[in-house]
């Protein structure tokens, strides 16, 4: 099964700030990675897919970069509503793995 | 709408069964594949089986394998998760997913769009 090493595991910033979350891994997928957001009690919901396409109806300010092992999501302008755990999936193969989450907070 | 909505989660003993639904509506069902993720309490998410749009093609988790078995029906729409012989440490909420495809450079792209609210099952005693 492919690995996925998710970095960092929380994060703290304050609205406004730039930030970027890492995702490796274990062995090259293309750009065969999608990313999450999950608030608490709520479904996740897709961001992104094909490791840089915007889902529809998703804000301008997250994005996504990456091809082969290492891969980030970047939100440019933090705003509240942002704050929540991210992840990482890859469909390269099967069996599907998630990154671990990154939860981001509040500064 | 495009909606998915999961039923069948409750408390059940170690060993036991259950069997989760989970009702598709506001797309061409029998045209997707679909998955189920689970979270236990606390922790992240965890993909645990996927079928074809025939049910032709089945994959499980090794986590689960030989215990849960992903099912559809696509006449009503549904897809259906068995589960047996449950453990502890199954106890979580569990998501039905649909997956969605695009073929580009002759790389197959696959995401899970949308999500259902999830239904969470307790394995206790």
Redesign the interface.
Known sequence: AIQMTQSPSSLSASVGDRVTISCRTSQGISNELGWYQQKPGKAPKLLIYAASILQSGVPSRFSGSGSGTHFTLTISSLQPEDFATYYCLQDHNFPRTFGQGTKLEIK | EVQLVESGGGLVQPGGSLRLSCAASGFTFGSYEM?W?RQAPGK????IA?ISPTGQTI?H??SVKGRFSISRDNARSSLYLQMNSLRVEDTAVY?CARD?S?V?DY????????????TLVTVSS
């Open positions: 998955n993720v992240g998410l965890e993909w996927y994959h988790a090794d998501y969605n695009l580009q790389t197959n792209y696959n995401w899970f769009d949308p999500w259902g609210q999830g």
